[in-house]
């Protein structure tokens, strides 16, 4: 089974760690009782960079690279936040390695 989870209502800017937290924690959340989980980023329109480190690059090292792909599925995001998705994985990788 398959759960979605909707962030627009922290939009359309994401961009302090309290909500950074509070979407981490939703979806690690649904982890708990979902196989895969969809984060719909509809109607968000940018998020910080540590905001995406916060929230997907602990995703990332909490599962490891081929459980964090095969469980989190990224729908509705734009170019632009593609691009930080991958930069605050980056990120975290980083400085997991110093």
Do not use: W
């Amino acid at each position: 089974m398959c759960s979605v989870i909707e962030i627009k209502e922290f939009g359309p800017i994401v961009s302090n760690k309290e909500t950074g937290e509070k979407i981490y924690q939703m979806i690690t959340d649904a982890l708990k009782k979902e196989a895969i989980v969809t984060v719909d980023l509809e109607g968000i329109l940018s998020m910080a960079t540590f905001c995406a480190k916060q929230i997907f690059g602990k995703l990332y090292l909490d599962l490891e690279p081929h459980f964090f792909f095969e469980r989190i599925k990224i729908k509705n995001a734009n170019n632009d936040l593609k691009l930080i998705i991958n930069m605050g994985i980056h990120s975290a990788i980083n400085d997991q390695n110093k």
